[in-house]
């Protein structure tokens, strides 16, 4: 029994010096946007200020008289996810890669709620920012949900839709989301991702090596990038959506 106390006394010690270790890591100041702009911005990132305040960056890559295409990244990413698809498709195309609010380099008021409408009013507002023709919207994950949403909400922008693992609407005989997912939607959050505020919550939990692979990942350690990601688990309010209707000219890609 004294064995068995000694274990247990060992085990307590140790998750008490974990929760004070990740604390500590967890309560380092946020990186500021002028050093993740210098690390992750590349020759032909632009930045354009929208109405509500959002100070927008995107990559413009290829012929500007070309067709154009519109890429929108997945929850907990940015603009660099597609630099093979840049790579490929700029040779004929106009090729614009944004970063959605709450992502990547793009800048937006203390205020700012991420919504499943606010995502559509960004995309639209970028749109008319940059005076864009109607373009070919890709999306993958949640870019693929706010790009099959902007082309029932805006049909006039969208002249083709590519879906790839695409975020789709609420249904009742679907499989409950994961449970980190469930956890961001729940008081549970509060041990975790709420719990520290403008503390950044996901630094602890990502090695230097593969945070740098995504300044969306980095990104959670700025206040709007943890508003998103406990935004990105709660219902829309528009499941209804795209329920009966369809969108023509689009290709959806499940799989890799």
């Not at 890591?25 to 020759?43: F, W």
């Not at 008319?128 to 909400?153: K, Q, V």
């Amino acid at each position: 029994m004294k064995f068995i106390g000694k274990i247990l006394i060992g085990l307590l010690v140790l998750i008490v010096v974990g929760a004070g270790v990740g604390w500590f890591v967890l309560k380092r100041p946020d990186i500021p946007y002028e050093t993740l702009e210098a690390r992750y911005a590349t020759p032909t990132s632009h930045y354009v200020d929208l109405p509500d305040g959002v100070h927008a960056h995107y990559r413009d890559d290829g012929p500007a008289d070309a067709p154009v295409v519109v890429l929108v990244h997945g929850f907990g990413d940015s603009f660099l996810s597609w630099q093979g698809w840049i790579d490929v498709l700029s040779k004929d195309f106009r090729v614009i890669t944004v970063d959605v609010p709450g992502h990547g380099l793009t800048r937006a008021p203390d205020d700012y709620a991420p919504t499943a409408e606010g995502q559509v009013a960004f995309i639209d507002a970028f749109a008319a920012a940059l005076g864009l023709p109607p373009f070919a919207i890709a999306g993958n994950s949640m870019g693929g949900s706010i790009a099959w949403r902007t082309a029932l909400t805006h049909p006039e922008r969208v002249r083709a839709l590519v879906l790839l693992d695409a975020g789709g609407f609420a249904n009742e005989n679907q499989a409950p989301p994961p449970l980190a997912f469930q956890l961001l939607g729940t008081p549970a959050r509060q041990m975790g991702v709420g719990a520290f505020g403008d503390a950044p919550a996901y630094q602890g939990f990502a090695a230097e090596h593969i945070a740098q692979q995504s300044a969306g990942h980095r990104r959670l350690r700025e206040p709007l990038g943890r508003r998103a990601a406990r935004a990105g688990s709660s219902p829309h309010p528009d499941d209804d959506l795209g329920r009966g209707r369809c969108v023509r000219g689009g290709v959806s890609i499940h799989g890799g």
